[in-house]
């Protein structure tokens, strides 16, 4: 529990931002801005915040539907294609300042990781390990967590043989197997290896 509401005061109002997906194949990154009070959430849901990848996909579901219930959160996505055009970070970052403005509030921002989205009109940090530190960042890493599993689950309905709804686009080894065996699909990262290295143009895939 990183978060102890005994020191919930201790806590800043601030925006908090965070990504998911970069290190996927396929699909797009996500990210989230979350913005509200420490000291009016209630004090269960604050001792539950924690980095969303150590959360139960039924956890992370949960807290997804109380966090927007009681913050302000923006969602905000790059492409496939925006990310095989202009590159991973550049996209990430371009998704995370669309999320941030999406909440149209004039609040200092934190950022999860170490660089931080360019132009933005108010106070912005890096911080390293955010989502252990930064509440607001923990709600961000959750609800975009939660928000491109759901993406993936869908797409995977249309994509059954990439098994995207137990991997959600990451290179295991069903899903590496799958690209092997059926080419990649319009929705694959052709800029990642190991697909760049099966001879695909960034504008082949598979649209089935």
């Known amino acids: 529990m990183p978060f102890d509401p005994a020191a919930i005061a201790e ?6 931002c965070d990504e998911v997906g970069t290190g996927a194949l396929c699909g797009p990154v996500v990210t989230a801005a979350v913005w509200f009070d420490p000291q009016s959430i209630p004090p269960a849901l604050f001792a539950t915040l924690d980095d969303s990848k150590k959360l139960t996909r039924k956890k992370r579901d949960s807290l997804a539907i109380a966090i927007r219930q009681v913050a302000c959160v923006s969602v905000a996505t790059s492409s496939a294609v925006q990310i095989d055009k202009i590159g991973i970070r550049p996209a990430t970052l371009s998704a995370m300042r669309r999320a941030i ?9 934190q950022v ?3 660089a931080i989205p360019p132009h933005l009109p108010m106070s912005c940090v890096a911080v390293v390990k955010g989502d252990a530190k930064v509440p607001q960042i923990a709600a961000a890493s959750i609800v975009a967590k939660d928000f491109r599993d759901k993406i993936m689950f869908r797409l995977a309905k249309k994509f059954p043989d990439y098994k995207w709804e137990k991997n959600v686009g990451y290179g295991t080894a069903a899903h590496l197997s799958a690209i092997e065996m059926c080419g990649p699909t319009i929705h694959h990262r052709k800029s990642y290896a190991p697909i760049s ?4 143009s960034l504008s082949d895939g598979i649209d089935i």
């Open 101 to 109: 403005l999406g909440l149209k509030i004039d609040a200092p921002v």
């Open 197 to 200: 290295q099966l001879g695909h």
């Open 11 to 16: 806590y800043a109002i601030l925006i908090g």
């Open 112 to 114: 999860d990781g170490l």
